[in-house]
């Protein structure tokens, strides 16, 4: 079902000479996350880092999740450049971990030029354990600018234990009505890990009486036959088709496109969805 | 730089709960002078940070240290933190931080 998949624990292995550990050892229980869905960029604070339980050098998980990539924003407090590569300990309070920054290429190099001892950065790397001890496998550095990001963080790594941990139903009819980050499909859709992406413009529409006719027209444009479509689908046949009065299906039609979802094409009453075909 | 230990987040009134400890909170700078600052907590409660501010001082000034009181600080590190920092954001982190939270911070 998921052949061909793209394998992000070797691409983020590190200096590219290590064992697939994917391929290596693949227990049935965790077929299931290896999908696409599951292949997180997960933010965390040191001391959930460092707590993780782990049944291996780079096989990691919290929450029921597996752990491919992490984000983390905290301060630089030792740093020691190498010829090849950059050492250093970020701490954010919670605890420290170790880093390394591999430089090669002339970008990486001017990346970790702008990183200096004392500063905040958000680092995006892969989780690594050696001998019990954890460290971190960067390959993006960003100074913090906005100190508001530190804040972000933090309640960003709340909000995704939370989601992550809170019980979420699969079947289809829970799956319209929950607000899901990602973008709704016709197709039932699992419970998903959370993903860091396009953040929840669903939210606040629990209450709102047009969200089920928005998401009913959305799931409708979603269909693969009419994203296929290079037209788009005129109102009047979503009306038809849905059973839904049409001045309902502009408006909804509307917000959606407002949102961003879904753009007429050839003229204002033909609309297409803005999700990939 | 000492790392062998966590630093908590805290507000004004939770420095109480970590006297002798260190901690992380910032602070809207208020008056400096050498070698010592004052400032008000995102709680609206008055901190004294001993150590000297940086050079050019922001609005918004973190601070992390050992608690020495209630209100004051024994600075080890300063970070300007600008002039468009939240402070009702950060005083609500504090909050999660060392309520149902705490077990993700220290």
């Not at chain 1, 396009?198 to 994203?227: A, C």
Request: hydrophobic share 35%; charged share 20%.
């Amino acid at each position: 079902m998921y052949a061909g998949e793209f394998d992000g624990n070797a691409a983020f292995a590190g200096g590219g000479f290590m064992p697939s550990q994917s391929t290596a050892q693949a227990p049935e229980s965790s077929s299931a996350f290896k999908n696409r869905d599951a292949r997180t960029l997960l933010p965390l604070t040191l001391k959930q880092l460092n707590s993780v339980s782990t049944n291996g050098e780079s096989n990691f998980s919290i929450d029921g999740v597996d752990i491919n990539t992490v984000a983390i924003v905290g301060r630089v407090s030792r740093m020691e450049n190498r010829i090849t590569q950059v050492d250093f300990v970020i701490d954010d309070g919670t605890g420290c971990v170790e880093c390394i920054r591999w430089c090669h290429e002339r970008q990486e190099t001017e990346e970790m030029e702008a990183v200096r001892l004392g500063m905040y950065v958000r680092l995006h790397g892969h989780l690594k354990s050696f001998q019990g001890k954890r460290s971190m496998n960067v390959f993006s550095v960003r100074p913090v600018t906005d100190f508001n990001e530190i804040v972000h963080h933090f309640t960003e790594c709340i909000y995704v234990h939370m989601y992550n941990t809170k019980p979420r139903g699969g079947s289809v009819t829970q799956a319209t009505e929950t607000p899901m980050p990602q973008m709704p499909s016709t197709t039932p859709t699992p419970a998903r890990p959370f993903q860091t992406g396009p953040s929840n413009q669903f939210s606040n529409q629990f209450n709102d009486p047009m969200h089920g006719v928005r998401q009913t027209v959305l799931n409708y444009l979603n269909r693969p036959i009419h994203l296929r479509s290079e037209a788009g689908v005129h109102c009047d046949v979503i009306a038809r088709e849905l059973r839904i009065p049409l001045q309902q299906v502009k408006e909804a039609l509307e917000q959606l496109s407002n949102d961003g979802c879904v753009y007429s094409t050839s003229d204002e009453t033909c609309f297409k969805s803005t999700a990939n075909a | 730089m000492d790392t062998s230990s966590p630093s908590a987040f805290v507000n004004g009134s939770l420095m109480r709960r970590y006297i002798g400890q260190k901690v992380r909170t910032v602070v809207q700078v208020i008056g400096s002078d050498v070698g010592s600052v004052v400032g008000k907590s995102t709680d609206d409660l008055q901190i004294f940070v001993k150590g000297s501010p940086p050079t050019t001082p922001t609005t918004y000034l973190e601070v992390i240290g050992i608690a020495e009181s209630e209100n004051s600080i024994r600075a080890e590190v300063k970070t300007n933190f600008g002039n468009n920092f939240d402070p009702l954001n950060y005083n609500e982190l504090c909050k999660l931080a060392n309520g149902e939270f705490k077990h993700f911070f220290i």
